[in-house]
């Protein structure tokens, strides 16, 4: 079992930062692959970006190339959102989530692939 616990959120003026933290516990954490999608009103959640506890790969959705950073503290089992030259659209609620990956190409970046989630964490991007 995984526990994931999100922060960080919050109103924010486009062009602004936020960072958002993902704190995880739980015997097997290190084994999972872990993401941040978001979902905003009347949308499907999506994939924002990815990484393991053991590589240096990260992995992006195209919409946050460049404006956004995936980040890991091992020690302290909690994964980072770096998110800059934030726009309205990227409001949503984003959440983190866990979930197996076998090192293959690619990486798990469908809502289907990832067995545990947080309980999101509000952003919302003033024009």
């Known amino acids: 079992q995984v526990q994931l616990v999100e922060s960080g959120g919050g109103l924010v003026q486009a062009g602004g930062s936020l960072r958002l933290s993902c704190a995880a516990s739980?015997?097997?954490?290190?084994?999972?692959?872990m993401a941040w999608f978001r979902q905003a009103p009347g949308k499907e959640r999506e994939f924002v970006a990815g990484i393991t506890w053991t590589s240096s790969k990260t992995y992006y959705a195209g919409s946050a190339k460049g404006r956004f950073t995936i980040s890991r503290d091992n020690a302290k089992n909690t994964v980072y959102l770096q998110m800059s030259s934030l726009k309205p659209e990227d409001t949503a609620v984003y959440y983190c989530?866990?979930?197996?990956?076998?090192?293959?190409?690619?990486?798990?970046?469908?809502?289907?692939?990832?067995?545990?989630w947080g309980q999101g964490t509000q952003v919302t991007v003033s024009s």
């Open positions: 989530a866990a979930g197996y990956y076998s090192g293959s190409f690619r990486y798990p970046s469908t809502r289907s692939e990832y067995d545990y």
């Open positions: 739980g015997r097997t954490v290190s084994s999972y692959a």
